[in-house]
């Protein structure tokens, strides 16, 4: 018999000869039904290429509104602030945010996406750890749960991504600071934990490149998500070598940049505009911190807001269709320049 693509669990059910009951328990759980009944659905399986609408099994047996929300910390008030502002949207949907943090460790990930996992969610909003993170997994899980990731990318995982442009905001912040002074160098983390922190190092040698000007890459020793440790400890023995190559610091991030203006500060430094000023330091992300570092931080600020909407609704969009979509969406929005006294 010439073989025949089957198009849904119905039909599946009807050339195979096993009832769908039975069929959904074992898409539920295998073990579920016996070797016998496994051993023909799975040769079934194989004659008719058939793969069942994991999105539309993970609907029928759902039995909450809960939607989950991942990040890497959330005592970092920059994932803290994203967080709440996607729980707002999340229930003005009338489901139920469940909030996670993963403490920036791989293995605490995973386990909150099993924990979620228990709990039958209808979707999940993830920041992943980024390099650290088990993506193996974290793509399995996106296979038979709707999962768009934010603030974070990792490629070819989950359904859609939404973010910052990284490429936009660093050249945004690059331009500004060589139009009011030296051009800077880049201070980042040598081995950064976050994919963004490579797409910033990148969009500054561009930034810098097509200004006609030498990229200077400062790398900070360090791993993991002290980041304000690492900019204190690292900034501390740049600005003591008294051998940078500009007067202007622009950091991969605010928390670094946090960081490195208290190394100043303590190294007798004074950053800012003033005219006994001899450095200046910028950052990125508009954390929330840094309207209040002495001086206050000039940065680029991520959309809060734009990201936590566009990632509820593309989210919600999913669980509507209960389908996956027929290719990974990534929606990024341009980030704003905030001039403050640091720069």
Not at 124 to 143: E, K, M, T, Y
Not at 262 to 284: F, I, K, N, W
Request: overall charge negative.
């Amino acid at each position: 018999m010439e073989d025949k693509k089957i198009k849904n669990m119905e039909e599946f059910a009807s050339v195979s000869g096993i009832s769908r009951p039975t069929l959904s328990k074992f898409f539920n759980d295998p073990a579920s039904v016996r070797a016998s009944t496994r051993r023909r659905i799975e040769a079934a399986l194989e004659q008719y290429d058939y793969r069942p609408n994991l999105y539309a099994i993970n609907q029928n047996r759902r039995l909450t509104k809960n939607i989950g929300v991942v990040v890497p910390y959330l005592s970092d008030p920059f994932f803290a602030e994203i967080a709440r502002t996607i729980e707002a949207h999340v229930l003005e949907t009338g489901y139920r945010p469940v909030l996670l943090g993963s403490h920036g460790n791989a293995d605490q990930e995973i386990e909150n996406l099993e924990s979620l996992r228990l709990l039958k969610p209808a979707g999940v909003l993830l920041a992943p750890l980024g390099r650290a993170s088990d993506r193996n997994r974290i793509a399995a899980f996106g296979q038979e749960v709707p999962t768009v990731l934010f603030d974070a990318n990792i490629e070819e995982t989950g359904a859609a991504f939404v973010g910052s442009n990284n490429g936009q905001s660093i050249d945004l912040i690059v331009d500004y600071l060589c139009r009011t002074g030296e051009p800077p160098a880049f201070f980042e983390m040598k081995e950064p934990t976050n994919p963004n922190a490579f797409k910033r190092r990148n969009a500054y040698i561009e930034a810098m490149e097509r200004l006609s000007l030498t990229p200077h890459l400062i790398q900070a020793a360090g791993e993991g998500w002290e980041f304000e440790e690492i900019g204190f400890r690292e900034g501390t023995r740049v600005v003591r070598d008294r051998n940078l190559p500009t007067n202007t610091i622009l950091c991969s991030n605010d928390r670094l940049a946090i960081g490195f203006l208290s190394a100043a500060y303590e190294a007798g430094v004074r950053v800012g505009l003033g005219p006994d000023c001899t450095m200046r330091v910028a950052g990125h992300d508009n954390h929330p911190f840094s309207r209040y570092t002495c001086p206050t931080l000039t940065t680029v600020s991520q959309d809060y807001e734009a990201i936590a909407q566009k990632s509820a609704e593309t989210l919600m969009a999913l669980i509507e269709a209960q389908t996956p979509p027929d290719s990974r969406r990534e929606t990024l929005f341009d980030g704003r320049l905030v001039m403050r006294g640091s720069a």
